[in-house]
């Protein structure tokens, strides 16, 4: 677990979601890139698409993952500049309330 896992960058999203496209192995496209597979499998794991009413455009998708990994580091940069942001979340997880919970409660107090 040590190794440090650096995230894909757009140019390479859009490589990857073109690849898929053409059934390319995510063998072949990791080693294009220069990636290892499972960071290959991770990204495409955490920034899929699905729609249940439009099923067609499910998938992956280079700017909806691009914007699904921002989203995450500003949330992450959120809980950096305001600790008692990110000790409110923590507390709430301990208490074993669910993360869609505490977004809701947040929202709802507008604390975000």
């Known amino acids: 677990m040590g190794?440090?896992?650096?995230?894909l960058r757009?140019?390479?999203r859009r490589k990857l979601a073109s690849w898929?496209?053409?059934k390319m192995p995510i063998a072949e496209?990791?080693?294009?890139?220069g990636r290892d597979a499972s960071?290959?499998?991770?990204d495409?794991?955490?920034?899929?698409?699905?729609d249940t009413e439009l099923?067609?455009?499910n998938g992956y998708h280079a700017l909806v993952a691009q914007n699904k990994y921002e989203a995450r580091r500003a949330i992450h940069r959120k809980m950096i500049v305001h600790p008692e942001l990110k000790e409110a979340i923590e507390d709430r997880l301990?208490?074993?309330?669910?993360?869609?919970?505490i977004a809701g409660r947040m929202r709802l107090e507008r604390i975000t």
């Open 44 to 50: 495409i794991k955490r920034n899929q698409y699905t």
């Open 10 to 12: 757009l140019d390479e």
């Open 29 to 33: 496209i990791a080693d294009r890139l």
């Open 94 to 101: 301990k208490a074993g309330w669910s993360p869609e919970q």
């Open 39 to 42: 960071t290959i499998y991770r």
């Open 55 to 57: 099923p067609e455009l």
């Open 20 to 22: 898929l496209g053409a």
């Open 3 to 7: 190794t440090h896992y650096s995230h």
